[in-house]
């Protein structure tokens, strides 16, 4: 079966896949968006786990305050590059990111102790349901922002403030 462009570019616009990748995921399901998206991912998953020991120096703070002004929160993302973190993607996710903080009110950020000493459980960000889409977690969003931009990220720290809290 021959792909398209117009296959490629719609599986492209829906992944954040690169060109080529998108070409060999169509090519490799004969066609099937569907497949293809889910072989992207999977092979986005595996790059974001080889991807896990590098240093991440560069990034960007995000703060995002609620309406009206009583809730706010500040997260630190960080990436291998100044490059990526100029990129608006980059600075979105982030942005989702601060206003998961502060909707949810995590306790710490990953499998770090709480702050009382207290084991890992589900309150750590990376763990918690994704407000927009409940079926992915924190730890998804950014394992898929790895993959789209080939580089480790890391939510190095966030700082959640309630008016009177």
């Not at 060999?24 to 004969?30: Q, V």
Request: aromatic residues 4%; proline residues 4%; negative net charge.
């Amino acid at each position: 079966m021959a792909i398209t462009a117009d296959q490629v570019k719609k599986l492209r616009e829906r992944t954040g896949a690169g060109i080529m990748d998108c070409r060999r995921a169509l090519e490799e399901t004969g066609g099937d968006e569907d497949r293809a998206a889910e072989l992207l991912r999977q092979q986005g998953l595996e790059r974001a786990e080889k991807k896990a020991g590098r240093e991440t120096r560069q990034g960007l703070i995000e703060a995002y305050v609620h309406a009206g002004g009583r809730i706010g929160a500040m997260v630190e993302l960080n990436c291998e590059t100044d490059f990526v973190a100029r990129n608006p993607q980059f600075r979105e996710l982030a942005h989702e990111i601060a206003m998961q903080v502060a909707a949810m009110n995590p306790s710490r950020v990953g499998d770090e102790p709480g702050p009382d000493g207290a084991p890992a459980g589900e309150e750590a960000l990376l763990e918690q349901a994704y407000i927009r889409d409940p079926s992915k977690t924190i730890r998804d969003l950014v394992r898929s922002a790895i993959a789209t931009f080939g580089e480790n990220i890391t939510i190095r720290r966030f700082a959640r403030f309630e008016l009177g809290g």
